[in-house]
């Protein structure tokens, strides 16, 4: 699958985001050996926008606008307090939002459910017509869940854009990621690549380049 990711060091300073993070004190819940080669890996691309389902306090959405050229949009569509959110998540959010705004991207806070049909045509009106040219899914982790989240979004991408799925890894202790279900499925069909720093912990991120589906895939299939 290509690009390559280099095995060099990057020109920026992961941790050194990460600690504006902590400064602002928004969390950043990815593991920094999964992320760090994700953020190499989508500099790249140099992206005119991004679609991030699941944002929380905005910790990832933060580390990916570092890694994107000026004037970029960012939309995330995020509700707090629904799957592995909390309530309290939205100022935080917005605070990254206009960190996000002063640094000159466009950025768009999309609040509702992202399983519904209506909040893809949101997002494809704030697109005004451009396809989305990758996709963080990070919101509901439940299969239906999950797959509602890929099939909303999936038919308003560029083909071979990556689609970005965290908590690939099955864990034992973590029964209710069901990511891995759907992750096994498209690794069949689409090109791919993997970060999963300690399996047994659960996370673990993978990437597949946006391909039609095959005729008459099931995508239920688990
Ligand atoms: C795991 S957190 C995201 C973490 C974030 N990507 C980061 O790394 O900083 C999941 C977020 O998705 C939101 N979420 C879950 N299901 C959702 C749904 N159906 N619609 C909108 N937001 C959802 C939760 O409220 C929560 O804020």
Known sequence: MTPEIAETIPSWNYHAYWDELRRMEVEL?????????LMQFVEKLQLRNLVEVGTREGGSLFM??????????????????????????????????????????????????????????????????????????????AFDGVLADFRNYQPLMKEQAPIIFHDIAKAAKLPKVEVHYLWR???????????????????????????????GFDLKAR
Do not use: C, Y
């Open 64 to 141: 990916l606008s570092r890694i994107l050229p000026p004037g970029s949009t960012i939309i995330s569509v995020d509700l707090p307090g629904m799957a592995w959110g909390r309530k309290d998540s939205g100022a935080r959010k917005q605070r990254i939002a206009e960190r996000l705004r002063a640094d000159g991207f466009t950025v768009h806070l999309v609040e509702r459910d992202s399983s519904l049909p209506e909040t893809a045509t949101e997002v494809a009106r704030l697109l005004d017509g451009a396809p989305i040219e990758a996709l963080f899914l990070d919101g509901d982790h």
């Open 29 to 37: 819940p990815q593991h920094s050996k999964e992320f760090q080669p």
């Open 185 to 215: 499925l498209l690794k069949t069909f689409m090109p791919w690549r993997e970060f999963v720093a300690a399996p047994e912990n659960g996370q673990g991120i993978g990437i597949v380049l946006n391909t039609d589906l095959p005729q």
